[in-house]
């Protein structure tokens, strides 16, 4: 007798169990009742034969079969996606709907200009931004959380696309009673015994920060470490140490004030590489190149701190 195939409401339910091993998230993340839920799970149960997903007293644990099955499921709606991305692209030209995810650091100092140029040339274009830890972007990009990433750099990965936009230059931030304050340039040797503020862990400029003091012999202040880029500019401007800020948010936040100063390291410029990034099965490849193209204008055009690539 033949089986009745699984329904893609099916297959979602399962991928979210798989993702959240939760059914309570799970159901909210599908937007359904957790019994709704249930029944979803055991007519797929039914209708494959196989048992997928167990539950006791430890959580959820899904069977062997289970995850590969999820694997599956997640492939088929990732071509779902695609498909339905590549009519809207075929039917609209650059249009559609696209959820980009940015990095905290990065997007509130470059988006709102790239959408509102985005905005006033395709105007069926909607993009929705969302911010994120950087080590979450990744996985929440191939999960299909996001359908293409602005991040920093490197990304790698067989099943990635990556544009590579630009690259930032980092500068000292001084509270403006510092002696470094009002120089043309800082020689790295100066760094040495300094106290350097940094981001929490999670974010890559805390590794950045943190291999420059090493590398020059600065002090890195683990216990006040910032949770944003205003947060680190409020401690440098009280006097609790130097750090490093990147261009664009010195263009924005810290050009004309009067408590801070930034002043670049003599020498190489000390850079981050910006990128972006979307899966390579995506059905949206025109819409995420007219982005990119859009952001490296208008990166160039922002401040001397960035360098195309």
């Known amino acids: ?19 959240t091993l939760h059914f309570g ?3 909210q993340r599908c937007g359904m009742a957790q019994p709704s839920l249930s029944t ?16 006791g007293r430890s959580g959820v644990v899904l069977t062997a079969p289970g995850r590969r099955i999820a694997a599956h499921a997640a492939t088929v709606m990732e071509e779902i996606r695609a498909m339905t991305q590549f009519a809207e692209i075929c039917r609209d030209g650059v249009a559609g709907t696209i959820h980009l995810g940015a990095k905290p650091t990065l997007g509130p100092y470059i988006l709102p200009q790239v959408v509102a140029h985005l905005h006033r040339d395709h105007a069926s274009l909607r993009l929705y931004i969302r911010d994120a830890m950087p080590r979450e972007l990744e996985r929440e990009l191939r999960e299909g959380t996001h359908d293409v990433i602005l991040a920093q750099l490197p990304i790698s990965g067989d099943d990635l696309v990556v544009r590579r936009l630009f690259r930032e230059r980092l500068y000292v931030a001084v509270a403006a009673d510092d002696p470094f304050a009002g120089r043309a340039s800082i020689d790295p040797a100066e760094l040495r015994g300094r106290q350097v503020l940094g981001m929490r862990s999670g974010f890559h400029l805390h590794d950045k920060i943190r291999a420059l003091c090493e590398e020059h012999g600065a002090r890195f202040l683990s216990e006040y470490e910032g949770t944003s880029l205003d947060a680190l500019r409020q401690m440098v401007g009280m006097g609790m140490g130097l750090t490093f800020l990147p261009a664009l948010y010195v263009q924005s936040e810290v050009t004309g004030r009067s408590d801070v100063a930034a002043v670049p390291l003599a020498g190489r410029p000390i850079t981050r590489s910006i990128g972006l990034v979307w899966r390579e099965r995506s059905g949206q490849v025109q819409v995420f190149e007219k982005i990119a193209a859009v ?10 701190g960035i360098t195309l690539e």
């Open 25 to 27: 998230q799970a159901a």
């Open 295 to 304: 952001m490296r204008e208008i990166a160039g055009k922002s401040c001397s």
């Open 40 to 55: 979803q799970l055991q007519a797929l149960e039914a209708s494959l034969g196989v048992r997928l997903v167990e539950r």
């Open 1 to 19: 007798m033949s089986r009745k195939p699984p329904s893609l409401r099916q297959l979602q339910c399962l991928l979210e169990i798989s993702r």
